[in-house]
């Protein structure tokens, strides 16, 4: 009998819920595994030998231990491509190729000032740290630029890689969720119509809604 994926981290981690839609969009079986991030546990000598930069997520699958959140999600989407939404990554070299560019969008381009800006903007307060009001702009500069790109972009097509919604859409959910719903900017998506709408759409996915449900319950007490 097949045993079920493993996934290390906090739901809270962008990264780790990242992966947790992509599960769940693909309806396979996980076991979520706590990693208890103020205790430095992704630090730790054996956390390292699944995740050398001691960050989460790690995965694991049969003989398999894999890092990096948009990589675990191409993988999932291949390894289970017959489960769940079955077009989550396409089923053709096209479609594969457009889903391959606006992921990469993701991660070059909206990933770095939207992660700034969770990070200054609803982490630091929680974590006492001085935000970067620099930082902080410059961030918003940036990201203000991509969505204008994105406005035109979902003009034109319902999701990002055309008229299905993909991994590409998926894997902007955890910064924008926290962005939208944990601090002021979340104008920034919700004033661009095209933006805006894409952004309900995509949100209201019953595989992202289990994930902020994840997200809001407490973590299992540490023995
Ligand atoms: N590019 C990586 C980023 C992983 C990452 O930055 N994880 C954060 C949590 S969202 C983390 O582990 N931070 C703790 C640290 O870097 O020490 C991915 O997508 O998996």
Redesign the pocket.
């Known amino acids: 009998m097949a045993t079920a994926v493993k996934v290390y981290?906090p739901p809270l981690?962008?990264?780790?819920s990242?992966?947790l839609a992509c599960l769940l969009e693909k309806d396979v079986e996980f076991q979520l595994i706590t990693i208890n991030?103020a205790k430095g546990e992704?630090?730790k000598p054996d956390f390292l030998k699944i995740?050398p930069?001691?960050?989460?997520?790690a995965f694991q699958d049969d003989s398999i231990s894999l890092?990096?959140?948009?990589?675990?999600c191409r993988y999932i989407c291949d390894k289970y491509a017959d489960r769940g939404n079955k077009g989550l990554y396409g089923t053709n070299p096209l479609e594969k190729a457009s889903i391959d560019q606006w992921l990469e969008a993701e991660?070059q381009s909206f990933?770095p000032p939207s992660?700034a800006l969770v990070f200054q903007l609803a982490f630091a307060p929680r974590m006492k740290l001085k935000q970067d009001e620099g930082v902080i702009k410059q961030s918003e500069e940036k990201l203000a630029k991509v969505l204008d790109v994105y406005e035109k972009r979902l003009g034109d097509s319902r999701f990002l890689a055309g008229d299905e919604f993909t991994v590409a859409d998926l894997s902007h959910l955890?910064n924008t969720q926290y962005l939208v719903n944990g601090t002021q900017k979340g104008e920034m998506f919700t004033s661009r119509k095209n933006v805006g709408r894409w952004w309900g759409e995509i949100s209201s996915r019953d595989s992202w809604k289990k994930v902020v449900e994840m997200q809001n319950s407490p973590p299992p007490k540490s023995a």
């Not at 930069?53 to 997520?57: C, T």
């Not at 890092?67 to 675990?72: D, G, L, M, V």
């Open positions: 981290g981690s962008t990264a780790v990242r992966v991030m992704h630090k995740q930069f001691g960050q989460v997520p890092f990096e959140s948009r990589a675990i991660g990933n992660s955890p």
